[in-house]
Nanobody, 122 residues
Framework: DLVESGGGLVQAGGALRLSCVASGLPFKDYVMGWFRQAPGKEREGISSINSDDDATVYADSVKGRFTISRDNAKNTAYLQMNDLKPEDTAVYYC?????????????????WGQGTQVTVSS
């Protein structure tokens, strides 16, 4: 299971930190990814982090504002979101993939959380 938390309502320019706690899988072996889906839009891969060397990838839309990290001792992945914009409003999902490297492709991921709502007001 993957369980996200940390979503909420924030004003533009504000920050939130999302957490994703994993259970029932060897977390340290899994690439972790964060995705989001806004109403009427396709799911977007926004960030991913390797299982071993912490290499990361970011979508251009969040680069420089969002930071992905992981704590293997706590089986938790994080997404620090700074300088939030109204267009960041979406349901945010974490996902886990047993693969060699980080990926923003949703098809690469086997396990998904239930999502957490992030709403940014202008």
């Amino acid at each position: 299971d993957l369980v996200e938390s940390g979503g909420g309502l924030v004003q533009a320019g504000g920050a939130l930190r999302l957490s994703c706690v994993a259970s029932g899988l060897p977390f340290k072996d899994y690439v972790m990814g964060w995705f989001r889906q806004a109403p009427g839009k396709e799911r977007e891969g926004i960030s991913s982090i390797n299982s071993d060397d912490d290499a990361t990838v970011y979508a251009d839309s969040v680069k420089g504002r969002f930071t992905i990290s992981r704590d293997n001792a706590k089986n938790t992945a994080y997404l620090q979101m700074n300088d939030l914009k109204p267009e960041d409003t979406a349901v945010y999902y974490c996902a886990a993939a047993l693969r060699a490297s980080a990926s923003s492709a949703s098809t690469a991921y086997r396990y998904w959380g239930q999502g957490t709502q992030v709403t940014v007001s202008s």
